[in-house]
């Protein structure tokens, strides 16, 4: 089989590979399309916290159809269309999970829409209901709304009956923020945040989703109202440093969200919020964007735009 191989970091390379034969609690799935996202960009380069030992194949979450099962397991069924997370190896044209980590996807999701579905919905969900238990009602301002991990966190706030303002850097963004969902829009390069999200929520929004970090995250923590939750999901724009008086003076908390973590250290927790995802999916109340389908050979190049925040929406890469 191919694979897509980091032999020296910031470059890949096509090899040719023995098929991977599933083990115990394990099974083979045949990609059928893999997710690009913005960590495995961090991993190519050597700049994600973990470093697997070179070479490794990147690529953390696949949709494809189960081709083989290891000893010991009953299902998902030979057959079943499944996604996955596998932490590295997506980007190849097989690659072995373990068997809880397969999850059915329903018949309304084509493979490229699963394929870059787990980490952004998943990431949403565990952060806004999870951790910043919002509630239906509330009002959330999601930075960063026109990427794959934004866009995921407008649909699921709007799914679990929020109000949501989407701010993005360009109008095709802000746009696509709008078409996922969101009531209202602020330009973050043009605009005052905090003035948008205190005028749009009357006063102060119940919940922060910040994956972007950086200059926006002073303004964005005095958009919130008092009590109100600011979720950090990541740091695209740079580490920033918080006045914490604005968190004592008004009764707000800071929550840290380390999805990744957290779905590693609770893989059957992961399997059962993804299955949650999925069923908002089946029922109408996530509608997940359609990603930008390239070849898999031109991971590299999908990888680095993702770095440099030039890719709206998600993007799937196919064998």
């Given at each position: 089989m191919r694979a897509f191989t980091v032999e020296k970091l910031g470059s890949l390379e096509t090899v040719e590979a023995p098929e991977p034969v599933p083990g115990p609690g394990?099974?083979?799935?045949?990609?059928?399309a893999a997710g690009a996202n913005y960590v495995d960009g961090l991993f190519l380069h050597g700049r994600y916290q973990?470093?697997?030992p070179l070479p490794f194949v990147p690529g953390g979450e696949v949709a494809g159809t189960v081709k083989a099962l290891g000893p010991g397991v009953s299902g998902p069924a030979v057959g079943s269309r499944v996604a996955a997370l596998c932490g590295i190896g997506g980007?190849?044209?097989?690659?072995?999970?373990?068997?809880?980590a397969a999850v059915v996807i329903p018949d309304v999701l084509d493979f490229p829409r699963a394929a870059t579905f787990t980490q952004s919905y998943c990431t949403a969900l565990y952060a806004l209901r999870d951790r910043a238990g919002l509630r239906e009602g509330e009002t959330v301002l999601v930075l960063g709304a026109g990427g794959g991990?934004?866009?995921?966190?407008?649909?699921?706030?709007k799914a679990l009956g929020a109000k949501v303002l989407a701010g993005a850097s360009s109008a095709e963004k802000r746009d696509t923020a709008l078409a996922a969902g969101a009531d209202a829009v602020v330009d973050t390069l043009a605009e005052d945040v905090k003035t948008a999200a205190r005028a749009f929520s009357e006063g102060g929004v119940d919940v922060v989703y910040d994956p972007v970090g950086g200059k926006l995250a002073d303004?964005?923590?005095?958009?919130?109202?008092?009590?109100?939750?600011?979720?950090?999901?990541?740091?695209?724009?740079?580490?920033?440093?918080?006045?914490?008086?604005?968190?004592?003076?008004?009764?707000r908390a800071i929550v840290?969200?380390?999805w990744g973590g957290w779905s590693m250290a609770a893989p059957g927790r992961q399997a059962e919020l993804h299955r949650e995802a999925l069923d908002l999916v089946a029922a109408g109340r996530l509608d997940p964007i359609a990603p930008a389908v390239?070849?898999?050979?031109?991971?590299?190049?999908v990888l680095d735009a993702l770095l440099n925040r030039q890719v709206t929406g998600k993007v799937a890469l196919v064998p």
């Open positions: 394990q099974v083979l799935i045949e990609v059928a973990i470093k697997p980007f190849a044209e097989q690659v072995v999970v373990q068997a809880q991990v934004g866009l995921a966190a407008v649909q699921v706030a303004p964005a923590l005095r958009a919130l109202r008092n009590y109100g939750r600011y979720a950090v999901i990541g740091f695209t724009g740079g580490i920033p440093s918080l006045p914490l008086n604005q968190v004592l003076l008004r009764n840290g969200v380390d390239r070849p898999l050979a031109e991971a590299g190049q």
